[in-house]
T-cell receptor
Framework: AQRVTQPEKLLSVFKGAPVELKCNYS??????LFWYVQYSRQRLQLLLR??SRESIKGFTADLNKGETSFHLKKPFAQEEDSAMYYC??????????FGGGTRLMVKP | DARVTQTPRHKVTEMGQEVTMRCQPI?????VFWYRQTMMQGLELLAY????????DSGMPKDRFSAEMPDATLATLKIQPSEPRDSAVYFC????????????FGPGTRLTVL
């Protein structure tokens, strides 16, 4: 069975501080990992996916198969980064398994 | 810029009433998903369609919930009868399917059952 774990429900940092949102997964196949972001009362939108290996809004995430992790990082948090972040794992059947989400609060 | 649309955006109803939520997936997408989002449970998958055929509705309470795709441009989620514990935001998402697992989400329907 596949599973995604985001151990922190809430992460609070000051503006300009580094941010790391943790995501661990369990999956027997070849994983495809995503990070989605949901700003207040808006739809979920794709932030990045591991196969594209790009940086969006200063965020990066590296797939570590040894540690089964896909942590989301940003060196300097901005207030506009405050949102809910979901890590998700895709399977061959086009379904996504979502983690419980981490609410990021960036304080001024 | 193609987007998934959902109606209504907000719905307040009384316990026992029927609720119907509608979703228009992105044209050309052949997978459609319904999710429920609550503070306590996060995002829960309720139903999944591929090429309009239901593939997985194991997350959906069968006695009161039903999901259908009457055609490729419309997906519906019905609750009958509604209960206060159904209060949540319901999201529809669609995806291109095939080798691409990305899902595109609609704006959600915020349901309040009194």
């Amino acid at each position: 069975a596949q599973r995604v774990t985001q151990p922190e429900k809430l992460l609070s940092v000051f503006k300009g501080a580094p941010v790391e949102l943790k995501c661990n997964y369990s999956y027997s196949g070849s994983p495809e990992l995503f990070w989605y972001v949901q700003y207040s009362r808006q739809r979920l939108q794709l932030l990045l996916r591991h196969i594209s290996r790009e940086s969006i809004k200063g965020f990066t995430a590296d797939l570590n198969k040894g540690e089964t992790s896909f942590h989301l990082k940003k060196p300097f948090a901005q207030e506009e980064d405050s949102a809910m972040y979901y890590c998700a794992l895709g399977n061959a059947g086009n379904m996504l398994t979502f983690g419980g989400g981490t609410r990021l609060m960036v304080k001024p | 810029d193609a987007r998934v649309t959902q109606t209504p955006r907000h719905k307040v109803t009384e316990m026992g009433q029927e609720v119907t939520m509608r979703c228009q997936p992105i044209l050309g997408h052949n997978t459609v998903f319904w999710y429920r989002q609550t503070m306590m449970q996060g995002l829960e998958l309720l139903a999944y369609f591929r090429n309009r055929a239901p593939l997985d509705d194991s997350g959906m309470p069968k006695d009161r919930f039903s999901a259908e795709m009457p055609d490729a441009t419309l997906a519906t989620l019905k609750i009958q009868p509604s209960e206060p514990r159904d209060s949540a935001v319901y999201f529809c998402a669609s995806g291109p399917g095939g080798q691409d697992n990305e899902q595109f989400f609609g704006p959600g329907t915020r349901l309040t059952v009194l």
